[in-house]
């Protein structure tokens, strides 16, 4: 038995397709393209829905968030690091939650957490180790006392060696 592969063949106005996917493209290697646009059609669905009903992260602008870090500049080893969080009028904000998650640039290093401690009213206190000389970058995960969450990212440049 002779197997051609490749397109069916046309006699004269007539189309004859030898394969076994009757009902199929030859060109589509056999899967079901409707059963491909249903499911792209729910992915795309789940994919909406989970973004619709994520909450969302607190715009930048409604709060105001500064920081010192002290030795400066930065050295490899431990850092105390003082944030200053206030609302859009300057007064200081009060009851928050803030974990810090420090990264350096380059991939290779496991990250260090820590979480700020309030001392005074809108003034957030933690310690945190650079473990290594380099560029550093700090996500600040915060929780008003609301419940409003938002993200920052501070970017420390050059931590020295000791």
Same mark, same amino acid.
Not at 55 to 64: D, F, L, N, Q, T
Not at 107 to 116: D, I, L, Y
């Given at each position: 038995m002779h197997v051609r592969m490749g397109p069916p063949r046309c006699r004269g106005s007539r189309l004859i397709n030898k394969y076994p996917y009757q009902g199929r493209d030859w060109h589509d290697g056999g899967v079901d393209l409707r059963a491909c646009r249903v499911l792209v059609g729910f992915a795309c669905a789940a994919t909406l829905l989970v973004a619709g009903c994520s909450?969302?992260? /607190?715009?930048? *602008?409604?709060?105001?968030i500064e920081h010192e870090i002290s030795p400066e500049p930065a050295r490899? *080893?431990?850092a105390t690091i003082v944030f200053k969080l206030a609302d859009a009028a300057g007064k200081p904000i009060t009851g928050a939650h803030i974990a810090i998650e420090a990264d350096m640039t380059h991939?290779?290093?496991?990250?260090?957490?820590? /979480?700020?401690k309030e001392e005074?009213?809108?003034?957030?206190?933690?310690h945190l180790e650079f473990q290594m000389a380099g560029d550093w970058v700090l996500l600040l995960h915060v929780r008003l006392a609301g419940g409003k969450k938002l993200e920052r990212q501070i970017e420390v440049r050059g931590v020295r060696p000791k």
């Open positions: 909450r969302p992260v /607190e715009s930048p *602008g409604a709060v105001a490899v *080893g431990l991939a290779g290093m496991s990250p260090r957490f820590a /979480e700020a005074a009213a809108g003034r957030y206190n933690t």
